[in-house]
């Protein structure tokens, strides 16, 4: 029912700058966060930045500085603003969507997750 359409990848290089976007569609119900991660070859997939309804935004130490992600509630999107790109940049990045169930005593916090955008940083 939920679809999250990602855009905004490709090759750049070091020291440059992208800036990705997510647009979600479908039964959108309570978002609990939106947040973006990577996965490069050979490696687990990884948090980037999440930011969740109503809190703070957080980011991983390898980022922090650089990137920077932002919500627009109004049209369901999530961006990340990527500055000062660096090699160890350069991989699949993910848009994800949990949102907060609790028809049940145990809250649930189903997900989606976007297609992936290829973000490569060289020269």
């Known amino acids: 029912q939920v679809q999250l359409v990602e855009s905004g990848g490709g090759l750049v290089q070091p020291g440059g700058s992208l800036r990705l976007s997510c647009a979600a569609s479908?039964?959108?119900?309570?978002?609990?966060?939106m947040g973006w991660y990577r996965q490069a070859p050979g490696k687990q997939r990884e948090l980037v930045a999440r930011i969740p309804s109503g809190g703070t935004a957080n980011y991983a130490d390898s980022v922090k500085g650089r990137f920077t992600i932002s919500r627009d509630n109004a049209k369901n999107t999530v961006y990340l603003q990527m500055d000062s790109l660096k090699p160890e940049d350069t991989a699949v990045y993910y848009c994800n969507l949990q949102m907060i169930v609790v028809r049940t005593l145990t809250p649930e916090y189903p997900e989606v997750w976007g297609q992936g955008t290829l973000v490569t940083v060289s020269s």
């Open positions: 479908g039964s959108i119900f309570n978002i609990h966060a």
